[in-house]
C-alpha cells in the first residue's frame, strides 16, 4: 500500500483521484509522485489549489468540502466528455459540491445545501483563481462549482455561469420542493 500523501490539512490525494466512472471502466486514474516528474508536477498543481482556493474555503466556512471530480487522466477526461485541454487533466481544477452531512455528522437539508451552494461561489468570487464556473447537469439536476488555479500567478479571474445553473436548484423545475407546481408551470 502507498503512503498517503497529503496536500492540506483537510485534503488529501485521493480525494481527487478517486473516481467511479474510472472504477467502473477499469481505468487506473492514480497518481505515483516517485513513478515521474510529470505526476509529481500534477500533485503540485492539485497542492496549490487546496492551498490557495479549497482550504481556505473549507476553513471559511467550517463545512467540509466534497471533490466529485479532481485529477482526471487524459483518458479518463475523454471518457467523461472533458473538454480536450481541460485543467483536471494537469490538475490545476477541482468541481466541488456541499456534503451531506456538517463536520458535526449532522445531515444537510436540501435548502442547505443550496445555501451553501450559493455562499460558497459568493466567497470564490472574492479570491484568486483561474475560473470559477456554476455547472448543472440538466439532466439529472444536480449541479457543483469548477474552480481551478494556476500556479504560475496567470490567474484570470473569469466566472461563468448559466441562466439553467444561475436558477439552481437540486430539483428539477418541474419537481418543486414542496410538491407544488413551480412558478414557471403557471406562466403559460
Ligand atoms: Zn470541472
Redesign the pocket.
Known amino acids: 500500500m502507498t503512503r498517503e500523501i497529503i496536500l492540506s490539512e483537510h485534503f488529501k490525494l485521493t480525494e481527487f483521484t478517486h473516481s467511479a466512472t474510472a472504477q467502473a471502466k477499469g481505468i487506473d486514474n492514480s497518481l505515483d509522485v516517485t513513478a515521474s516528474d510529470h505526476a509529481k508536477m500534477i500533485v503540485n498543481n492539485l497542492h496549490q489549489l487546496c492551498v490557495h482556493v479549497l482550504e481556505p474555503l473549507r476553513r471559511h466556512f467550517n463545512i467540509p468540502v466534497t471533490i466529485s471530480?479532481g485529477y482526471r487522466n487524459p483518458i479518463l477526461n475523454a471518457i467523461i466528455g472533458?473538454v480536450k485541454n481541460?485543467?483536471?487533466i494537469v490538475g490545476e481544477?477541482?468541481?466541488i459540491r456541499p456534503p451531506r452531512r456538517s463536520s458535526q455528522g449532522k445531515p444537510f437539508t436540501e435548502l442547505e445545501r443550496r445555501t451553501i451552494f450559493s455562499m460558497w461561489f459568493s466567497w470564490l468570487m472574492k479570491q484568486d483563481f483561474d475560473q470559477l464556473?456554476l455547472?448543472k447537469n440538466m439532466k439529472s439536476g444536480i449541479a457543483?462549482i469548477?474552480v481551478?488555479y494556476r500556479q504560475d500567478g496567470k490567474n484570470r479571474r473569469q466566472v461563468i455561469t448559466s441562466k439553467e445553473s444561475l436558477s439552481y436548484s437540486f430539483f428539477s423545475p418541474r419537481k418543486h420542493p414542496t410538491g407544488e407546481p413551480s412558478p414557471r408551470d403557471h406562466s403559460r
Open positions: 471530480s472533458g481541460s485543467q483536471h481544477a477541482a468541481d464556473i455547472e457543483w469548477h481551478s
